[in-house]
């Protein structure tokens, strides 16, 4: 690392004087400015070449998942945490698809009746609740997880019911 900034800055400094103030031998620079790369470095270089390859053929769209079973393709094993680390430190990300709408989803959200008529005075005017839906083999269950009186705050029974569609509101 220290070395990795003399070999960075020696244009501006003295190599001399950065050794002095980085507490490091001028012959350890020297020795690892020319020394060969280690193996690692040199396949770390490869993997990178090609993972960038792959990315731009894929025209950004592949992941690190995609991207690691193409060079296993290709004959190169390489694990996937490393094709992250790759990707991360070179900047290169997989481009996100447009989400798709649903049209059977796009329903809308119903008017709160309640604040157009303000709040009730009396028992049993307005009960407000809510669900949950579960998945189960039989279809949608869904769950009311809590019901209650608007003016008493009181709890009303909770069940849950076994239905394909659930009218939540009167169409307007």
């Known amino acids: 690392m220290k070395y990795a900034f003399i070999d960075a800055h020696q244009d501006s400094f003295s190599i001399r ?29 490869s993997i990178t070449e ?13 992941g690190s998942p995609r991207i690691q079973a193409a060079l296993e393709r290709e004959g190169e094993k390489v694990a996937i945490g490393t094709v992250k680390k790759i990707m991360q430190r070179e900047g290169l990300r997989s481009k996100l698809s447009p989400k798709r709408k649903n049209p059977k989803r796009e329903i809308g959200i119903s008017k709160n009746l309640l604040t157009e008529e303000g709040d009730p005075l009396r028992p049993n005017q307005a009960w407000s609740g809510d669900f949950t839906y579960i998945w189960t083999r039989e279809g949608w269950l869904y769950l009311s997880t809590s019901v209650a009186d608007r003016p008493g705050r009181r709890a009303g029974p909770i069940g849950a019911v076994l239905l394909k569609t659930v009218p939540l509101c009167p169409r307007q």
């Open 17 to 45: 004087r950065m050794c002095t103030l980085l507490q490091v031998s001028p012959s350890g620079y020297y020795d690892y400015r020319d020394r060969e790369s280690s193996a690692r470095a040199k396949r770390n270089a």
């Open 50 to 62: 090609k993972i960038k390859a792959i990315h731009t053929r894929s025209k950004g769209v592949y």
